[in-house]
């Protein structure tokens, strides 16, 4: 798989960091978790831009559902995150309404400055 680097960022088996596609997912390509880089406002808008991981999408097909996959991409993802000091934006639902609540440990790389808005 072009541009998949199975080692850097990927600590849970059977997940790949595909950095050319900004996104882990499972070695067939078919079950992923996309992210995005942004630059955000530091605290309360007066620092300096922090650089975060905003992960902005979950997909896994239904013939994987059921066996813990979305929780396997997003641990290699925090994992990714905490290896590389990247604050992480939890857009995507699954992550911020059933990953985090089930994984409160995570909480720690969740990112506590203003709420930022989508840049379009």
């Not at 978790?33 to 605290?43: I, M, S, T």
């Not at 997003?74 to 934006?89: D, K, M, Y």
Request: net charge neutral; glycine share 10%.
């Amino acid at each position: 798989m072009a541009g998949a680097n199975p080692s850097a960022g990927a600590t849970t088996p059977g997940i790949v960091w595909n950095e050319k596609a900004s996104r882990f997912e499972t070695e067939d390509g078919e079950a992923f978790l996309q992210y995005r880089l942004r630059e955000v406002a530091g605290g309360g808008g007066k620092g300096a831009a922090v650089v975060v991981m905003d992960m902005v999408h979950t997909f896994v097909p239904r013939s994987k559902r059921g066996q813990g996959t979305a929780a396997q991409l997003c641990a290699a993802a925090f994992n990714h995150a905490r290896e590389r000091s990247l604050p992480v934006l939890p857009t995507c639902s699954y992550i911020s309404d059933t990953f985090l609540p089930r994984n409160p440990a995570w909480n720690a790389l969740v990112y506590g400055g203003e709420d930022p808005k989508p840049s379009m």
